[in-house]
């Protein structure tokens, strides 16, 4: 997307953004700045957030979503939400494209009177609340899954995101100590930037490169490019490969069983952003984190599922339906958010 989408979803607005109907009151005006949209991942991201905010806005909780989204670098990702400030707000949704570059215009939010929320990675600003899933147990559980199929002495090579991005970097951290831990050799690193097309070439290159690899450890949004790679060179029977939650890869999936194959998908909700919708109604209305319920700035919230071989048939029924990039998806509902708070 070339430039930011502003999408309103009420026929009319106050005039005075974030003031609403009520001075500091409801209905409350919400902001999301996304600044990568290459991936369906982010796409669903925020259909999600505008249906689960129609909800409210039929309730008269809300009345505007602001939504600055397009591909942009840190500082493209500053203005986005310096647009959003201008709107008046009263709460930021942010995936944030840095850990710590963004804290000077998370400040300058919040000296405003606006709520910061960061969601699919966390931020160490103390200006924001992160609602996040622990990315870390999210590289573990299939890390160590990987682990046990190849075994000490295994040889890998990882396929990760786009390098320096936070979630990618707190991931292979993780994933990293499993396989030291284990025993297993990493043979290479390549960045596959979390896009199927290149992650396959990227695997094409490693397979010219590593004949003899037992194993591929990846990221969602590049799986499925990873099995073609595999499967094109013929070696799905001896290469073990981790997978997504992602109907595209599970389709494939659901194809190789029948000659043994078996992979593992961890889901990474798209519906983090209404879990965090949920999150900031609350502080808005004036509700409390306890001291029990987050972690410095962090609000972890639980990973859905996980689909590996035993799980399979229950989720690929639910799913099958879906289009291939359609990711496995799950969020607070409003009662288990409302959980959180005092």
Same mark, same amino acid.
């Given at each position: 997307?070339?430039?930011?989408l502003?999408?309103?979803?009420t ?10 109907a009520?001075?500091g009151?409801?209905?409350?005006t919400?902001?999301l ?7 369906e991942w982010?796409t ?12 409210y806005q039929?309730?008269?909780? %809300?009345?505007? @979503?602001?939504?600055?989204s397009?591909?942009? $670098?840190v500082?493209?990702?500053i /203005?986005?939400i310096? +647009? &959003?400030?201008?709107?008046?707000v009263?709460?930021?949704i942010?995936?944030p ?5 963004l804290d000077a215009?998370?400040r300058?939010?919040?000296q ?22 622990d990315?870390?147990?999210w ?10 199929q190849v075994?000490k002495?295994g040889?890998i ?14 991931r292979?951290?993780?994933a990293k100590?499993?396989?030291a831990k284990?025993g %297993?050799?990493? @043979?290479?690193v390549?960045?596959?930037?979390w $896009?199927?097309?290149?992650?396959q /070439?990227v695997?094409? +290159? &490693? ?5 003899d ?6 990221q969602?949004?590049m799986?499925e490019g ?8 013929g070696?799905l029977?001896?290469?073990?490969i981790?997978?997504?939650a ?10 190789a069983?029948?000659?043994?194959f ?6 990474n909700?798209?519906g983090?952003?209404v879990?965090a ?5 609350n502080v ?13 700035n ?5 990973i859905p599922?996980?689909?590996d ?10 799913a099958r339906g ?5 990711? &496995? ?14």
């Amino acid at each position: 997307m070339a430039g930011a989408l502003v999408v309103l979803l009420t026929a009319c607005s106050s005039g005075d953004g974030g003031s609403g109907a009520e001075a500091g009151g409801r209905p409350y005006t919400i902001g999301l700045s996304n600044g990568f949209v290459g991936s369906e991942w982010r796409t669903q991201m925020v259909e999600g957030l505008k249906t689960a905010f129609a909800d409210y806005q039929d309730e008269g909780v %809300v009345d505007e @979503l602001v939504i600055e989204s397009a591909d942009t $670098d840190v500082n493209g990702q500053i /203005q986005q939400i310096r +647009n &959003l400030i201008n709107r008046d707000v009263d709460a930021i949704i942010v995936n944030p494209n840095s850990e710590t570059a963004l804290d000077a215009v998370f400040r300058e939010a919040t000296q405003q009177g606006i709520k910061m929320f960061a969601i699919d990675q966390a931020v160490t600003s103390k200006d924001v609340t992160n609602v996040v899933i622990d990315q870390a147990e999210w590289a573990r559980i299939s890390a160590e899954w990987l682990a046990g199929q190849v075994g000490k002495g295994g040889d890998i090579v990882v396929v990760n995101g786009i390098a320096g991005h936070p979630a990618n970097e707190t991931r292979w951290g993780a994933a990293k100590e499993v396989f030291a831990k284990a025993g %297993v050799n990493v @043979l290479t690193v390549a960045d596959g930037n979390w $896009d199927q097309a290149t992650g396959q /070439q990227v695997m094409t +290159n &490693l397979l010219a490169t590593y004949p003899d690899v037992d194993g591929v450890w990846t990221q969602d949004g590049m799986a499925e490019g990873v099995f073609r790679a595999v499967q094109a060179a013929g070696r799905l029977d001896r290469i073990t490969i981790s997978g997504e939650a992602r109907v595209g890869f599970m389709r494939l999936w659901d194809k190789a069983r029948a000659n043994g194959f078996e992979s593992i998908g961890v889901v990474n909700p798209p519906g983090g952003a209404v879990s965090a919708l949920h999150m900031a109604v609350n502080v808005l209305d004036g509700r409390k984190f306890p001291a029990g319920k987050i972690n410095g700035n962090t609000v972890h919230i639980p990973i859905p599922y996980t689909v590996d071989e035993a799980a399979f048939d229950k989720y690929w029924g639910e799913a099958r339906g879906k289009g291939d990039a359609y990711c &496995l998806d799950g969020s607070l509902t409003r009662e288990q958010a409302a959980e959180f708070f005092q």
